[in-house]
């Protein structure tokens, strides 16, 4: 992944890791397999730069301290959530892992932001939007902008859908 290459073949992977394609597959019966004991392995990484004890403060420094948080971690990982948009269709585990992550994500965001909760549901919606890795990778990738332009328009965004009336 950090090599970019999005979709690796077990072939690939064997050789990366050293080992011979049957030494691979007794080890991991499928690819499925290999995604799963991957994401294990690196779930406490990429959960610890999710996590902080400083969610206190005024809503508008909630608000910038949740999306820089968000904003380094999805630079982080981008490659790992990249690979895992590219696979996803092909593997049931990855898809629901995906899914958990997703919505792990907006319960934090709603622990930052208790009043996100309390929101009609379009507008706790364009949070949870404006928030994710795919406005962030917008932002960063397609638009070029640097890390500190997007947290201002991500904050500004959020913090807009919560007074909006």
Not at 11 to 25: E, N
Not at 114 to 127: D, H
């Amino acid at each position: 992944m950090d090599e970019g290459i999005l979709v690796p073949t077990a072939q690939l992977v064997a050789d990366r890791a050293g080992v011979g394609i049957r030494s691979f597959f007794r080890h991991f019966p499928d690819m499925d397999s290999l995604w799963l004991a991957a994401d294990e392995m690196l779930r406490e990484s990429y959960e610890v730069l999710f996590k902080t004890d400083a969610r206190s403060g005024t809503l508008a420094e909630r608000v910038s301290q949740a999306v820089a948080l968000y904003g380094n971690a999805f630079d982080e990982l981008s490659q790992i959530i990249l690979n895992t948009h590219a696979l996803m269709w092909r593997f049931p585990k990855l898809r629901q892992n995906y899914a958990w992550h997703q919505k792990r994500l907006r319960k934090e965001l709603e622990l930052w932001l208790p009043e996100v909760a309390a929101l009609p549901s379009e507008r706790r919606e364009s949070v949870h939007a404006a928030a994710s890795f795919e406005m962030w990778h917008r932002l960063r990738e397609h638009q070029g902008l640097t890390a500190t332009v997007s947290c201002d328009i991500v904050v500004r965004l959020i913090t807009e859908s919560l007074s909006a009336k």
